[in-house]
């Protein structure tokens, strides 16, 4: 069955250090998504991409996230300047294009990221 | 805004029990609805999707329900095992249809 995929599972940074997290959605999906999860907290959106653009973002999304989907399959979160509160499980998801029934996200496995 | 609550937090039940897991979203004008499991460390695994054009959605010992009108979602899992011991969340999609907004989750245990 089709899954995502995320890289690394951990990744332990220095406050200040640049990151990527990177993601290889379902291949016949089209929207995608970067949600993160801070020890013991909600899940919480980031921001939702499509046609090479962001479609939204939250407050969380500031000038130190970008993302990017730099070629046909991978999907990247870049984090400039990484900070203590940084700290979280990140998660990608995508779906498919809406028809009926297809709202359904799929969720990789996280990658648990640590800055010290 | 729309927000989402899970109650209760945790449950403990014997196994066999039958139980009933509540979330309540505060905007009735939802698109969809999905729940999902998360196991200690690991990823979220969709459970069910449940439109908002759907009162309810069934896989295996599990049903899910929605109530728009009450802006509230239940989880019904019959016949419990211990290896249904996990976070159950239950996730609303934002008033675009495009973000999902997630409750906090009920962590179950279920003893054999």
């Known amino acids: 069955e089709p899954e995502v995929t995320q890289t690394p599972s951990h990744q332990v940074t220095q406050m200040g250090q640049e990151v990527i997290l990177r993601c290889v959605p379902i291949s016949n999906h089209l929207y995608f998504y970067w949600y993160r999860q801070i020890l013991g907290q909600k899940v919480e959106f980031l921001v939702s991409?499509?046609?090479?653009?962001?479609?939204?973002k939250s407050e969380i999304f500031d000038d130190q996230f970008s993302v990017e989907r730099p070629d046909g399959s991978n999907f990247t979160l870049k984090i400039r300047s990484t900070k203590l509160e940084d700290s979280a499980m990140y998660f990608c998801?995508?779906?498919?294009?809406?028809?009926?029934?297809?709202?359904?996200?799929?969720f990789g496995p996280g990658t648990r990221l640590t800055v010290t | 805004k729309q927000e989402v609550t899970q109650i209760p937090a945790a449950l403990s039940v014997p196994e066999g029990e039958n139980l009933v897991l509540n979330c309540s979203f505060t905007?009735?004008?939802?698109?969809?609805l999905q729940w999902f499991r998360q196991d200690p460390g690991k990823g979220l695994t969709s459970l069910l999707l449940i439109q908002s054009s759907q009162r309810e959605q069934t896989s295996g010992r599990l049903n899910a329900s929605l109530d728009k009108s009450s802006g509230r979602s239940t989880l019904y899992i019959a016949a419990s095992q211990p290896g249904d011991s996990a976070t159950y969340l239950c996730?609303?999609?934002?008033?675009?249809?495009?973000?999902?907004?997630f409750g906090k989750g009920t962590t179950l245990s279920v003893s054999s």
């Open positions: 905007d009735s004008a939802i698109y969809n």
């Open positions: 998801a995508s779906r498919t294009p809406w028809r009926e029934g297809q709202w359904e996200q799929y």
């Open positions: 991409f499509y046609n090479n653009e962001i479609s939204e």
């Open positions: 996730a609303a999609f934002n008033q675009a249809g495009t973000a999902l907004i």
